[in-house]
């Protein structure tokens, strides 16, 4: 690199949703002094198992100045209220991960030790008797509701379902009309400086070189520069997170639009279902040591709520990470960084969280150790939070049918989660991270969702009489109740707003 000329030339390697969110959000926010180029082949296809996604990506679409309902409609959206779990915890368990709080904290107490109380003194409702969402979506309801009239409860919190692929259309149109250049082509070789072992450029098949200054490696699992050219190793998380494997398949568009993500667990592994407005996606993640991937193709489609639209399609993953995510002058975001199972929807939300992170310690002049070491640092916390979490979700439950299930009961899980279960089934607090992904909220409807029972709850909940208790109580689900009827279907909302056409 030129250090007296500054970073001015920005080579993405790779398109798809990883490539081309970096694209549009370098263009938005640094393009007034960076020449970008995005480098893909249409002969390399996409994973695409992105089609779910979490609150944070409102952020992101707020940033690129998204009219909400053309993004919805352009990619054939829906809208995500949270994640149903079904027989994770037991078979014929259920519960709804939702995006938002439950019932309503009054004092500084989160409302989720008021209602262990009311349990302790006879009540029998479950945390979900008192939850918006949960309200919503049993009703297949959505509109936009930021608070409940003129209390202090919180209106829907919400994220998007959407096709991967037309949302990298989408975006890539946004990044091109802001001055992103696209070159089509195979990566041959790599090239790179003698003394500093810096990337100078990538030469396509066709003898075509793309010179920059800094790289951002979106080339998938491939790792084609951080992994392949620049040797950085991967850190394996899979005894802690077994499944390997995935078969994904479209299928026909469900008729009632059900606002939020399906996850069922199956005999290794689990089920998804994402409602479109043209198809439903579907997959069945699945551990190769458990089952084979006849049986998983076969249980997925045997499973489908509505007739399939093709073959299942397999995928092969390893749970972890880059022991770095940027090394020399390349920045690894998206697959090529690291994989975490969509069982949370987090995969996009970890490509806009390390570009936003990358955006703020970009350097201006040259790569410096300690920006590089502050990114590492900061990208590896993130990913383990979201790691511990997914864990929670295998490991704590009552299945031992099947020697999957067993396994995952049994094995050993990192420290830092088994502190906050002992701290949660305890006393009903939690541990949480301030800088987690997670709020308090979702680890609480999990750990519950799980079948972790706090012994007691925070002291605080008793100022209210047990006769104020109950009558608290009863107000939040009226409130819920209220709030839910004035809300349309989530069928009839898409179709009044954002509607696809066909």
């Known amino acids: 690199m030129q250090e007296q000329e500054g970073i001015r030339r920005l080579v993405i390697v790779g398109g798809g949703t990883a490539g081309w969110i970096t694209a549009a959000a370098f263009a938005r926010l640094l393009g007034e002094r960076l020449q970008i180029t995005l480098v893909e082949s249409d002969a390399i296809g996409t994973v695409g198992v992105g089609e779910a996604t979490i609150p944070q990506i409102i952020r992101l679409n707020a940033i690129l100045g998204f009219d909400e309902h053309d993004f919805v409609r352009q990619t054939q959206g829906t ?7 079904v027989n994770w915890s037991a078979p014929g368990s259920r519960y709804l991960h939702t995006f938002g709080d439950t019932g309503l904290n009054l004092a500084n107490v989160h409302f989720h030790h008021y209602w262990r109380r009311h349990a302790m003194l006879g009540g029998g409702e479950s945390l979900w008797h008192y939850s918006l969402h949960q309200r919503a979506a049993d009703l297949g309801r959505f509109g936009k509701l930021d608070r409940v009239g003129q209390t202090a409860m919180t209106g829907l919190a919400y994220a998007y379902h959407f096709d991967a692929s037309l949302y990298a259309r989408y975006l890539r149109a946004y990044a091109e009309q802001r001055g992103v250049t696209r070159r089509e082509g195979m990566i041959g070789q790599v090239e790179r400086d003698g003394a500093s072992g810096d990337v100078t450029a990538v030469v396509l098949d066709s003898g075509a070189r793309v010179e920059g200054d800094f790289f951002i490696d979106c080339s998938g699992f491939r790792s084609l520069l951080l992994g392949q050219e620049l040797g950085v190793d991967y ?5 802690w997170l077994p499944c390997d494997r995935a078969m994904a398949v479209p299928s026909e568009r469900l ?6 993500t399906r996850a069922t667990a199956r005999q290794a592994g689990w089920q998804w279902r994402i409602p479109l407005q043209h198809r439903t996606g579907n997959g069945h993640v699945y551990c190769s040591n458990f089952l084979s991937d006849d049986e998983a193709a076969a249980t997925l489609v045997d499973h489908l709520d509505t007739p399939a639209l ?23 975001l998206g697959l090529a960084s690291g994989f975490l199972e969509p069982l949370e929807s987090t995969s996009i939300h970890l490509i806009q969280s390390n570009v936003s992170r990358l955006i703020e310690l970009f350097p201006r002049t040259a790569v410096r150790a300690e920006d590089r070491a502050e990114y590492n640092r900061r990208t590896l916390a993130e990913f383990a939070q979201i790691r511990d979490f997914l864990i929670l979700h295998y490991h704590r439950t009552d299945r031992e049918d099947t020697e999957f299930w067993r396994y995952c009961k049994h094995m ?10 002992d701290l949660f089934a305890a006393s009903g607090h939690l541990g949480r991270d301030v800088d987690d992904l997670f709020r308090e909220a979702s680890w609480v409807q999990v750990m519950l969702g799980q079948g972790i029972m706090p012994a007691d709850y925070n002291p ?17 689900r009226r409130l819920v109740d209220k709030a839910v009827d004035g809300l349309p279907t989530h069928a009839d909302y898409i179709a009044r707003h954002c509607g696809a056409a066909g």
């Not at 299942?312 to 690894?332: C, D, E, K, L, S």
């Open 79 to 85: 809208f995500k209220l949270g994640i149903e779990f």
């Open 235 to 239: 850190v394996d998380w899979s005894h």
């Open 255 to 260: 008729s009632d639009l059900p606002p939020y």
């Open 310 to 332: 093709d073959d299942p399609r397999p995928i092969r993953f390893t749970t972890g990470h880059r022991r770095q995510f940027w090394a020399h002058n390349v920045v690894a």
């Open 412 to 421: 050993s899980v990192p420290d830092t989660l088994t502190h906050k279960i």
């Open 460 to 476: 605080m909940a008793d100022q209210l009489e047990p006769a104020q208790l109950g009558q608290f109580m009863g107000d939040v």
